[in-house]
């Protein structure tokens, strides 16, 4: 059974930082993109950063891109998302994802949604405060 676990959320000032955690387990992550996803209250989820299988690529949204960091640590079977300049436009309940295929793009992985059969977390919570 495929399951993934993150963890390092938290209240946060404006301006300071945070380093998420996704452990995954019953999958070898190494020939898996994978990607961090974002959902803050009365809005829908949204992409926040993606990783390629090879480690090498790297895609980020917007809002995001210069101030989050993904990497990720195959044989640990983890994924991180490090975070800097935070502000109160990031808070939200923080998903890892990993989808059903192997070798997917990083397109692919910025498209998954929560009703494709991929994987999901339960979500790590992350608030700033102004």
């Known amino acids: 059974q495929v399951r993934l676990v993150e963890s390092g959320g938290g209240l946060v000032q404006a301006g300071g930082s945070l380093r998420l955690s996704c452990v995954v387990s019953?999958?070898?992550?190494?020939?898996?993109?994978m990607g961090w996803f974002r959902q803050a209250p009365g809005k829908e989820r949204e992409f926040v950063a993606a990783?390629?299988?090879?480690?090498?690529?790297?895609s980020y949204a917007d809002s995001v891109k210069g101030r989050f960091t993904i990497s990720r640590d195959n044989a640990g079977s983890t994924l991180y998302l490090q975070m800097t300049s935070l502000n109160p436009e990031d808070t939200a309940l923080y998903y890892c994802?990993?989808?059903?295929?192997?070798?997917?793009?990083?397109?692919?992985?910025?498209?998954?949604?929560?009703?494709?059969?991929?994987?999901w977390g339960q979500g790590t919570q992350v608030t700033v405060s102004s």
């Open positions: 994802a990993l989808p059903e295929s192997q070798f997917t793009s990083l397109q692919e992985v910025a498209r998954m949604s929560p009703s494709s059969g991929d994987y």
């Open positions: 019953g999958r070898i992550i190494h020939r898996y993109s």
């Open positions: 990783i390629f299988w090879g480690g090498a690529a790297t």
